[in-house]
């Protein structure tokens, strides 16, 4: 096999760091090459190099034989290369099939015809979203369909794939492998970075780790294992399973105390309906359902940031009183806060720093958004919460956006915490999360149950609920259906509730 593209001593610095260091990478045609590492390895940072999104600061990149720097992903694609981001690039105020088709319409377009072809499209694919829909009503899961599917739709030579996997269902990962194996047979070359090791061993042919910027191993597949790529990633072995089972450790489950949160009949549209459902203080809730199950939309609507219907939507009882919240703000100054699963668009400020977006966060629970607030003060803050989340930064003024997946989301989660709720919601709490900072999150998230605040944890991946649950409630067609101990939970028992 030929390659198709290479990296030779590829650097890229920002702001004097080295986010890659002398990388030598090589993609062939026809092939799906998996990139492993932590979050700050420099995966993105390299493969943005191949979009056109950041040029190297030295060394050099050979596109189909050729020394070339592409200065936009637009002219990437226009030689075949396109990336489909982690956090989406879609136009929020365009439907799904205005996005696929984006750059590519006729001088005249039908809006119908554009929708048939795309709904052809989008079933080809076998992914079922609605193409008349604008995209800012989708879901995390239905955004990433929809970059995947346009990322198809341009007959791209080398498609770049950053975590793909992170919001879809079993069966949606079960038509994407299927749809990156077809694309392999017609030719296509295909980089897949995932956090997910096992779909790493079984889809690829080649696997790469980076490691603080650096190309730790390359070689084939087969013949890695686990625990070959955790060593690679982390220079070390990670003896204690990030997703071990309750059921595998000695310690018990937190028992309740009191009955923090209770939600009765709760419906919003179409999405909830007649929802019941409590959480515990000093407890971990855990609530799995998949895509379209409604579980992300109910902690919206107990949090403020959706309104239940106006009749028939039920009741929210916050330490026994009847609460009806508008707007977020009013549920954060009750202590109910919601720690978003789409960190870029609803979790922070991008172009402000770490100490800015967490001292934000202070000022709303606080209600001092027009007070003049104190550098050192603010510095002081930063300090305490980049040290007890250890958040990997080189100054706490760089621009959040410049930072790994997994320390925006401590961001995210600080920004939060900082409020000092009585209730936090996570939804998704590790997407994207690389397996050394899943761990950290999920022990920051056991200590504040310890601590007695009550915990809800919204998860799609069922060994993360099963692990860090004390409980554990099901979600279907808009409701809560079942609700496990975790003594008596298994993975059969929660996905055929799931289901079924």
């Known amino acids: 096999m030929t390659d198709i593209f290479q990296i030779i001593d590829g650097t890229k610095e920002f702001h004097g760091v080295k986010a890659i260091k002398n990388v030598n990478f090589t993609l062939l045609k026809g092939e799906i090459h998996s990139l492993l590492g932590e979050n700050g390895a420099g995966k993105s940072t390299m493969t943005k190099v191949a979009a056109g999104v950041y040029q190297l600061s030295s060394g050099s990149f050979i596109y189909e034989g050729k020394e070339t720097t592409f200065l936009t992903p637009s002219e990437a694609l226009k030689n075949g290369v396109v990336m489909v981001f982690q956090e989406n690039s879609l136009v929020p105020n365009m439907t799904v099939s205005q996005n696929i088709y984006l750059g590519a319409e006729n001088f005249f377009n039908s809006l119908a015809k554009l929708n048939i072809k795309a709904s052809r499209f989008l079933q080809s694919l076998n992914f079922n979203v609605d193409p008349n829909l604008l995209v800012s009503q989708l879901g995390a899961a239905q955004k990433q369909m929809v970059e995947i599917a346009r990322a198809v739709h341009h007959n791209a030579k080398v498609i770049i794939f950053d975590e793909p996997t992170a919001t879809l269902t079993p069966e949606e990962k079960h038509h994407f492998f299927g749809l990156m194996q077809r694309l392999k047979k017609e030719g296509v070359s295909i980089v897949f970075i995932s956090h997910a090791l096992e779909e790493a061993l079984e889809h690829s042919d080649r696997i790469t780790v980076l490691r603080d910027g650096e190309l730790i191993e390359t070689d084939t597949a087969r013949k890695f294992n686990r625990e070959r790529i955790v060593k690679a990633m982390i220079g070390r072995d990670l003896t204690d399973s990030a997703y071990a089972s309750k059921k595998t450790t000695t310690k018990k489950p937190r028992k309740r105390g009191k009955k923090t949160l209770e939600v009765e009949n709760l419906s919003m549209g179409s999405m909830v309906k007649n929802s019941t459902f409590s959480a515990y203080s000093g407890q971990i809730t855990g609530v799995f359902g998949l895509v379209g199950s409604g579980r992300t939309e109910m902690m919206k609507v107990v949090s403020g940031v959706y309104k239940r219907n106006i009749f028939h939507g039920g009741n929210i009882l916050l330490d026994g009183k009847y609460v009806r919240y508008l707007v977020p703000r009013t549920a954060v100054n009750d202590g109910i806060i919601y720690v978003t699963e789409d960190r870029k668009s609803e ?64 961001v995210v989660i600080a920004k939060g915490l900082v409020q000092k709720p009585k209730v936090v919601i996570f939804d998704e709490p590790t997407r994207g999360v690389d397996v050394g900072a899943i761990k950290e999150i999920h022990d920051f998230i056991k200590s504040l149950a310890d601590e007695g605040i009550t915990v809800i944890v919204v998860s799609s991946y069922l060994p993360e609920v099963m692990s860090i649950s004390d409980r554990i409630l099901v979600a279907r067609l808009g409701q809560i259906v079942e609700e496990f101990e975790i003594e008596d939970a298994s993975e059969e028992k929660i996905i055929y509730a799931a289901v079924h």
Not at 375 to 385: G, P, R, T, V
Not at 395 to 402: A, G, L, Q, W
């Open 347 to 410: 979790g922070f400020f991008e172009n402000f720093g770490i100490s800015q977006n967490i001292q934000l966060g202070k000022m709303v629970a606080e209600d001092k958004l027009w007070n003049t607030v104190s550098l050192s003060e603010a510095k002081s803050l930063a300090d305490h919460w980049i040290e007890r989340l250890n958040i990997k930064t080189k100054d706490i003024n760089s621009p959040v956006v410049e930072l790994s997946g997994g320390n925006q989301q401590k």
